[in-house]
């Protein structure tokens, strides 16, 4: 079937280049004028901090919505006269907006308490009736105009909080064309022509653009974040050139080898691209993985970013087998002489060379490359799951600045507070959450308690907490727990009052817990997939168990670089981060799905070839030799992209999250491309031998038979099955 697609790709070239012409403008024209809304629901249904937001939202909504912090300092006091007007006056203007439900201003008896003890730091809540989500970065620049025109000579203002920290997120907008010009780059050097080097980063876009496309269309039916986009492009470029140079690559190969461009077409696309297909497939499982989380937020994520691999995939072994129709023998022309090369002297290529080198001395070299995954992985055994808070942030930022004054004049706990929210149970229900309150402000964990306030009906109340330790400070999470655990029961046994401990903080603390719960869950169902399809398609149990085995080593080797860089502060300087903190309780999840697909990616490339060498000549040395001498200078350019592309994420802009995710994935990317693929692959396989391709003969009259690579072919010419699947 696939050969017969790629013939008839080849040859009817303009109608197939036509129908993705016209697939990219119609899907793009469609999400334009009828794509979804982003999504900003980032609930955890069942989790406690998600009953008390659910609570105040219905009953008292005034208390239910994030809060701004507008935060001054005066030289001379914040008594001073000119100091209170120009501060109240600010509150008044932020008072008309009309999200804004309350404000408990310093100067006013409600207020009193968040004046500090020097006198001159004090703070304003502002109180809106929305999550942080829900308020439009317009309205935040807004009032940073207006908190600007009220600062003068000895009084500094500053804004802080949720609404503002949420909205000074920086979107990483440029990455994708940095990525794309290193791609340019680092193809050139590749193949050495001007037209090869575009054949790839021809289909990506073409997958970018229509798998963009398809996740707008998606967001009427599922829950699609805003960063999805930027998710979605990251990988589209990385996997689009991937795929596209990995069948580029072949192609080119036989043309050098003397065959005629159609039937290099065929060839390239019945074995390279057989093993695009199946890489593909288990990036689209590792992202659908997601799903199992349970989390609605994160949905469009994996469905979205599936689509634009599904897409690329397509793309790859359709419209590119087209466009090499166009281009047939002149894939070489316009040549760079210093670095254009044939793709048929591989046994004379360094790789070569290099795989004879780690063959020659397995045991070390195994031993090594294991021994560096392992020092990597350490970290990982102290991360702490959890999020960083604006004292992170960049110096720079409102946010920030507003956290060190709060800081300063309160103490940490102050810029992240616990909200109780009580359902009163009858008359007595004031009178349970006021002793509640005096029996949490005896905790040696909480600064600071304020008195219970009622809503209008009489049957609901907030009490605010101040813990004495910022929110990103473990002490903060054993106060969450002795919180629900002890405190709250004891206080209200006996009675019919509820309470349920909630804010921003706890709601970190509940997504970090529910994550840790269920990640098990993903990569558990993820790796027994992806060792089926592997076991599937290369006929063995020895294959695919050590790929599965290499790949979680060397994740575990990213989360243990990203929890050095970022929770232990090591290099942090180097990479621009401002102080380190807890790792962002979502990143493990996303890291996971994302690089284990990619590093399948790398693994069945490499392994395809192998096995193809291995079925022509029966020589397990030889095969591993040829194969990572085929694939190498193609896998190294393909990480050298997207390492490329996650740098550009790293150094472009300031956010903390951002850094930590997209060094995780640079992390990974280089280490799997380098220790596990040059590495480790070659010497394993030289140590096991032909038990490599072992598989039970029981098991192989169960599992169906799906060629990759040349596997077909040679076993036809041969006539007969292979003799190492028959030792079982």
């Known amino acids: 079937m696939l050969e017969r697609l790629a013939r008839w790709s080849y040859k009817r070239r303009w109608p197939m280049l036509g129908l993705w012409i016209a697939a990219l403008i119609g899907f793009n024209v469609l999400a334009s004028t009828a794509g979804g809304d982003y999504a900003t629901d980032f609930s955890l249904p069942g989790a406690e901090s998600q009953e008390a937001y659910d609570l105040l939202r219905e009953r008292f909504p005034q208390e239910s919505g994030d809060n701004a912090q507008v935060v001054f300092r005066a030289d001379g006091g914040v008594d001073d006269p000119e100091v209170q007007a120009s501060v109240e006056a600010l509150l008044a203007d932020l008072a008309e907006i009309e999200e804004v439900a309350a404000i408990q201003s310093p100067y006013d008896a409600e207020g009193a308490r968040n004046v500090s003890e020097s006198g001159e730091i004090a703070f304003a809540n502002v109180l809106f009736d929305v999550k942080a989500t829900d308020v439009p970065i317009e309205l935040v620049d807004e009032m940073k105009a207006m908190a600007r025109a009220a600062e003068g000579p000895g009084l500094d203002v500053a804004l802080g909080g949720p609404i503002i920290a949420f909205n000074e997120f920086e979107q990483p907008e440029g990455s994708e064309m940095v990525g794309l010009l290193a791609a340019v780059l680092i193809l050139l050097v590749t193949f050495g022509s001007v037209l090869a080097m575009g054949l790839p980063i021809l289909t990506a876009l073409f997958g970018i653009g229509i798998g963009l496309a398809l996740v707008l269309l998606f967001a009427h039916v599922f829950s699609v974040p805003d960063f999805t986009t930027q998710l979605a492009s990251m990988i589209g470029i990385g996997v689009g050139i991937d795929y596209a140079l990995f069948i580029v690559t072949r192609y080119r190969q036989h043309l050098h080898n003397g065959m005629e461009p159609e039937e290099a077409v065929v060839k390239a696309i019945t074995t390279s691209g057989k093993a695009v297909l199946f890489a593909g497939t288990t990036v689209v499982i590792s992202l659908l993985g997601i799903l199992l989380m349970g989390f609605a937020f994160v949905e469009g994520v994996a469905i979205g970013g599936a689509a634009t691999v599904l897409v690329t995939m397509m793309a790859s072994v359709t419209l590119l087998p087209a466009i090499l129709g166009f281009t047939g023998r002149n894939i070489d022309k316009l040549r760079i002489p210093t670095f254009h090369r044939t793709e048929s002297r591989n046994q004379v290529s360094m790789w070569f060379r290099w795989s004879r080198v780690v063959q020659r001395r397995p045991i070390p070299a195994a031993a090594a490359g294991f021994l560096v995954l392992l020092l990597l992985s350490i970290p990982l055994f102290s991360i702490r799951l959890g999020q960083a808070d604006a004292g992170t942030s960049a110096e720079t930022k409102d946010s920030r600045q507003a956290y060190d004054l709060l800081a300063e004049g309160f103490g940490p706990g102050v810029t992240g507070p616990l909200i109780l929210a ?136 990213a989360y243990g670089v990203i929890v050095a860089i970022f929770q232990w502060g090591w290099l942090k300087d180097v990479f621009g981060v401002a102080s380190t903190a807890p790792i962002e309780a979502w990143v493990p999840m996303m890291l996971f799905t994302i690089l284990f697909g990619l590093s399948m990616d790398y693994e069945i490339f490499l392994l395809s070839r192998i096995r193809e060498e291995y079925l022509a000549k029966r020589d397990n040395a030889l095969a591993v030799a040829n194969g990572l001498a085929t694939t190498a200078r193609v896998i190294t350019a393909a990480a050298a992209i997207m390492i490329s592309v996650f740098l550009a994420f790293v150094f472009m802009i300031d956010e903390r999250s951002v850094k930590l995710f997209a060094v995780g994935l640079a992390a990974a990317i280089l280490v799997d491309a380098t220790i596990v693929r040059m590495v480790l692959v070659p010497a394993t396989m030289e140590l096991l031998g032909d038990a490599n391709w072992w598989f039970p003969r029981w098991l192989d009259r169960l599992v169906p038979r799906v060629s990759v690579e040349g596997e077909g072919e040679h076993l036809e010419m041969e006539g007969m099955r292979e003799p190492a699947l028959e030792k079982a």
């Open 422 to 557: 009580a359902r009163l149970g009858g008359p007595e229900g004031m009178a349970d959450v006021e002793r509640l309150a005096d029996a949490v402000s005896a905790s040696d964990r909480v600064a600071a308690v304020t008195p219970p306030v009622p809503n209008p009906e009489g049957d609901t109340a907030v009490v605010t907490v101040f813990p004495t330790t910022s929110p990103q400070d473990p002490e903060t999470n054993h106060l969450v727990h002795e919180l629900r655990d002890e405190i709250v029961p004891s206080a209200l046994e006996g009675t019919e009052t509820e309470v349920f401990v909630g804010g921003a903080t706890a709601s970190t603390i509940d997504f970090s817990e529910k994550n840790a719960e269920r990640l098990p869950i993903l990569i558990g169902t993820v790796l027994a997939l992806s060792f089926l399809l592997l076991m599937v398609v290369f006929r063995s149990i020895l294959v695919p168990l050590k790929a599965v085995v290499m790949n979680l080593l060397s994740i575990g080797a």
